[in-house]
């Protein structure tokens, strides 16, 4: 096992798996490990066959938020905000992926840990896994992690964990709609692999414009949010792999770009 942070591996497939690995300190989301994960993305976008990201984690924690030894080393508002915004940024560059990033959760995702959960596409997890925005337990209410946290889910849930600090099971977390997919432990990599071939059945362009087009009408009016829905599958729907397949569906036969 290497000594960096962060594995970066990319298979045949497209498929990037992007792996936590400092189990010791239970892969903070230290300076160093923000700068890593940022690199990683970057990478990812840059990769024109890119298909899916996974982050994974090495460990008993899937990642326990920001370095409060780290943070509480300089304590200065114009660090802080710095720091946050760096965090804030780089949940923000998974939203711009065109590709889907998906959560595999194999143990604890506390604070901005949990936050990176949420802010993913997709998760899965082990039936072992708690999940918690527990900040608010040292006087530090979690504002960023609410973000994602209250996009994921209801607001009376997503803020009873914000303001007790109480974290919930795997299972909890699924019921409410921070994952998708609860596993025993020892059947997370199937899972995860299952879900990431269920994408890549799927055509890139379609899946890109989808995933683009999710976001921004979850931002905006019902009006505005149908016209810009109109807007995509119209410009979907001209695409050639659309044409492809909407003529094989007709035709009764695969579509070429799953052959």
């Given at each position: 096992?290497?000594?960096?942070?962060?594995?970066?591996?990319?298979?045949?497939?497209?498929?990037?798996?992007?792996?936590?690995?400092?189990?010791?300190?239970?892969?903070?989301?230290?300076?160093?490990?923000?700068?890593?994960?940022?690199?990683?993305?970057?990478e990812v976008a840059a990769?024109?066959?890119?298909?899916?990201?996974?982050?994974?984690?090495?460990?008993?924690?899937?990642?326990?938020?920001?370095?409060?030894?780290?943070?509480?080393?300089?304590?200065?508002?114009?660090?802080?905000?710095?720091?946050?915004?760096?965090?804030?940024?780089?949940?923000?560059?998974?939203?711009?992926?065109?590709?889907?990033?998906?959560?595999?959760?194999?143990?604890?995702?506390?604070?901005?840990?949990?936050?990176?959960?949420?802010?993913?596409?997709?998760?899965?997890?082990?039936?072992?896994?708690?999940?918690?925005?527990?900040?608010?337990?040292?006087?530090?209410?979690?504002?960023?992690?609410?973000?994602?946290?209250?996009?994921?889910?209801?607001?009376?849930?997503?803020?009873?964990?914000?303001?007790?600090?109480?974290?919930?099971?795997?299972?909890?977390?699924?019921?409410?709609?921070?994952?998708?997919?609860?596993?025993?432990?020892?059947?997370?990599?199937?899972?995860?692999?299952?879900?990431?071939?269920?994408?890549?059945?799927?055509?890139?362009?379609?899946?890109?414009?989808?995933?683009?087009?999710?976001?921004?009408?979850?931002?905006?009016?019902?009006?505005s949010a149908y016209q810009?829905?109109?807007?995509?599958?119209?410009?979907?729907?001209?695409?050639?792999?659309?044409?492809?397949?909407?003529?094989?569906?007709?035709?009764?036969?695969?579509?070429?770009?799953?052959?």
């Amino acid at each position: 096992m290497t000594d960096a942070l962060l594995l970066h591996r990319r298979d045949a497939r497209g498929v990037h798996t992007l792996t936590l690995n400092h189990p010791k300190a239970f892969n903070v989301l230290s300076e160093a490990m923000l700068a890593a994960l940022k690199q990683a993305l970057a990478e990812v976008a840059a990769d024109p066959q890119a298909r899916v990201v996974v982050i994974a984690a090495e460990g008993r924690a899937f990642c326990a938020g920001h370095d409060l030894k780290e943070m509480k080393a300089r304590p200065e508002q114009a660090y802080y905000q710095d720091l946050f915004s760096r965090c804030s940024r780089l949940m923000l560059s998974i939203r711009a992926l065109e590709v889907p990033v998906i959560a595999r959760v194999q143990g604890l995702a506390t604070a901005a840990g949990c936050q990176l959960v949420a802010q993913c596409d997709l998760a899965v997890a082990a039936d072992t896994a708690t999940f918690g925005v527990n900040g608010i337990d040292v006087g530090l209410f979690c504002a960023t992690p609410s973000v994602a946290l209250s996009r994921n889910l209801l607001p009376k849930p997503a803020l009873e964990m914000l303001l007790t600090g109480d974290f919930i099971s795997a299972d909890e977390a699924r019921q409410r709609g921070l994952v998708n997919r609860v596993v025993p432990v020892d059947g997370l990599d199937a899972e995860a692999e299952r879900l990431v071939g269920r994408l890549l059945a799927k055509p890139r362009e379609a899946i890109a414009v989808g995933k683009q087009l999710f976001y921004r009408q979850l931002e905006t009016g019902i009006e505005s949010a149908y016209q810009l829905a109109g807007q995509t599958m119209a410009c979907n729907m001209a695409h050639p792999v659309a044409q492809e397949g909407v003529q094989a569906f007709i035709d009764k036969r695969a579509p070429s770009w799953r052959t």
